[in-house]
């Protein structure tokens, strides 16, 4: 069970799970994301699972075993090889399975693929089936609430440090809610030049705290908002206190804040 997000924006493609992996009556953190890269670095692919894990990273592994044997390095090659290998690992192992329907073997992926050729690409897969996302896709048993979460403030981020705290924002509120969606959040980004930045652990957790604590506060201030019974001179200091509040966690957690043109370090006050 997972909750797996794929989002693609103007300078690259980020994929999100949560990594709770359940064996039996057993439940582990372990990393639903692959990274594989190709040739001399020429093309690269990240996958994220949902589903049965196993027969996923069967699946993964065989799909980058291709790629690596034809020595492909085009978007187009690397997508037919992905529907081909798909449809294969369903045919064989899964669809003659008689426990099949009930979903216990099948899984879905979200793929980013970049290639040096033709830049960067997010698929989605269902079974054997595969298609091109523009903008984002949820997969996973928390596909409902993440969709439902992600489309009011998907178009909000400016950059990939923005859908990275939307990504976290999200999959935390599905691990709250969905059951067998837990553990901690990963979060992996493809840039167009091929690159991969490489997030501070401990800058990771501050965020998803921080976004916790924040969203709470904001959920409170549109119910005070919507009060007719509340004067706006109340409303005002409400806000005000929200703001102060939001001001001193940022420099709590060591954020530089740049308010009327001016940087402030974590150290000073804002006024």
């Not at 690409?121 to 409902?144: A, P, Q, R």
């Not at 401990?202 to 919507?226: C, D, G, V, Y």
Request: overall charge negative; glycine content about 6%; charged content about 25%.
């Amino acid at each position: 069970m997972t909750i797996a997000i794929g989002m693609r924006f103007d300078d690259g493609v980020l994929l999100a799970t949560d990594t709770e992996v359940t064996q039996g009556d057993i439940k582990m953190s372990r990393s639903k994301i692959i990274e594989r890269s190709f040739g001399n670095a020429d093309a690269k692919c990240i996958f994220a699972i949902a589903g049965a894990v196993r027969y996923a990273v069967m699946a993964v592994d065989e799909i980058a075993s291709k790629i690596d044997a034809y020595g492909i390095s085009s978007y187009q090659e690397i997508r037919e090889v992905i529907k081909s290998e798909l449809l294969e690992m369903y045919r064989t192992h899964i669809w003659p399975n008689p426990q099949s329907t009930n979903g216990s073997y099948t899984f879905d992926l979200l793929i980013a693929v970049w290639t040096r050729i033709d830049g960067i690409h997010l698929l989605v897969s269902s079974e054997d089936v595969i298609n091109d996302i523009s903008s984002f896709e949820c997969i996973g048993i928390g596909l409902t609430l993440g969709k439902y979460l992600l489309e009011p403030i998907f178009r909000s981020a400016k950059n990939h440090s923005d859908y990275s705290l939307v990504a976290r924002y999200v999959i935390e509120e599905v691990k709250n809610t969905v059951p067998y969606c837990g553990k901690s959040t990963d979060v992996r980004i493809l840039l167009t030049d091929g690159s991969s930045p490489t997030a501070n652990p401990l800058n990771e957790k501050q965020q998803e705290e921080a976004i916790k604590s924040f969203w709470a506060t904001a959920r409170q201030m549109m119910i005070l908002a919507a009060d007719e019974k509340l004067s706006n001179e109340k409303l005002i200091e409400e806000f005000e206190e929200f703001r102060e509040k939001v001001v001193a966690s940022r420099q709590f957690l060591g954020w530089k804040i740049t308010t009327g043109g001016q940087t402030c370090e974590p150290s000073q006050e804002i006024k």
